[in-house]
C-alpha cells in the first residue's frame, strides 16, 4: 500500500505562483509514474501532468509551458510548480502513483484545494 500526501495548496492572485508537493510512502518510489491531476467544481478530473522514473514528463495543454513537474526520489516527493496562474486553474490537485507502470494510477491523495483570484 502505497500513501500519498499532497501539500502546498492556497489562494493566490492570477499571474502568481505556487508550489505543490507530493509525498509518498514506501521504498520503491523511484520505479514509480507519479502523475498529477484537478478536478475543479461541477467538472471532470483533468490530467495535469505525469512523470515517469526516468523523469520523462508530459503535461496537459492548458498548463504546458506554466506548470513544471518534477521529483526528488531521496525524499520521495513530486513537486508541482505552477506560474502564471489563472482563474481556470482553480481546482482541487491530486498526486497521484501508477507504480505497476502499467498505465492505470493505482494510489491518490486526498488532494489539496488550490484558488485563483482575478
Known amino acids: 500500500q502505497v500513501q500519498l500526501a499532497e501539500s502546498g495548496g492556497g489562494l493566490v492572485q492570477a499571474g502568481g505562483s505556487l508550489r505543490l508537493s507530493c509525498t509518498a510512502s514506501?521504498?520503491?518510489?523511484?520505479?514509480?509514474?507519479m502523475g498529477w491531476f484537478r478536478q475543479a467544481p461541477g467538472k471532470e478530473r483533468e490530467f495535469v501532468a505525469r512523470i515517469s522514473w526516468s523523469t520523462l514528463t508530459i503535461y496537459g495543454d492548458s498548463v504546458k509551458g506554466r506548470f513544471t513537474i518534477s521529483r526528488d526520489n531521496a525524499k520521495n516527493t513530486v513537486s508541482l510548480q505552477m506560474n502564471s496562474l489563472k482563474p481556470e486553474d482553480t481546482a482541487v490537485y491530486f498526486c497521484a502513483a501508477d507504480a505497476t507502470r502499467d498505465g492505470a494510477y493505482d494510489y491518490w491523495g486526498q488532494g489539496t484545494q488550490v484558488t485563483v483570484s482575478s
Open positions: 514506501g521504498r520503491a518510489f523511484s520505479t514509480y509514474i
